[in-house]
């Protein structure tokens, strides 16, 4: 995929196909493509040699987030050829924020999905620390090397979290959830939605368009 083909097509919005004009060209002369897809931070999942690319912008307290996520996995995991990058945008709540670090702290112990999964699962929005720390000891995580892993990790945590949010920025993005699928920028999608999608960015990908 060419990085203009990227700027371009990312400056659209999916809905569930059908593509309107959304972001103006000032955003895409600060777009870091490699920095989007490929920050050595951010968690990933699926296939890491995958095809095509989904790269999740979300929050912890975003309803439509946690709506949309069983069938995000339930695509990724059916097709077989797709490479996720998490990006966590905690853009609701201060305790969006806290989940979101649980959750990439999380990561050091190679456990990040399954704290995602956990808060991903708290149904409704404006969900409190407390609660999200309940469900991530329920995890399956290490706490004492989860909070060893926040302290040490703190500022890296931090820093990547800022660094989500320019990118996210960058490319317009007014709320969560937002998807890149391969070349294209989607809102909220459903099972169907996605494999559209994907179908769509694998074949703009074949042709180069």
Known sequence: MRRRDFIRLAALFLAPLTLAAGIGGAHAQGVDVEGILRDPDAPM?????????????????????????????????????????????????????????????????????????????????????????EVVKGSGVDMDRLNLDLALHGPQIATLLKRNNAQAESIGLQGTPAYLVGPLLASTLDYASFKRAIAEARRRQATGE
Not at 93 to 112: I, N, P
Not at 116 to 123: C, K, Q, S, W
């Open 45 to 133: 999942a699926g296939n890491l040699d995958g095809d095509v690319t989904i790269v999740a912008f979300f929050d912890y307290n975003c309803p439509f987030c946690k709506k949309a996520t069983p069938d995000l996995v339930r695509v990724v995991k059916e097709d077989g050829r797709i490479r996720v990058v998490y990006k966590d945008w905690p853009i609701l709540t201060e305790a969006s924020v806290y989940g979101a670090q649980l959750a990439l702290a999380a990561k050091y112990q190679g456990k990040y999905d399954a704290v995602h999964d956990a808060l991903m699962a708290i149904p409704g929005r404006k969900i409190p620390k407390e609660q999200m720390l």
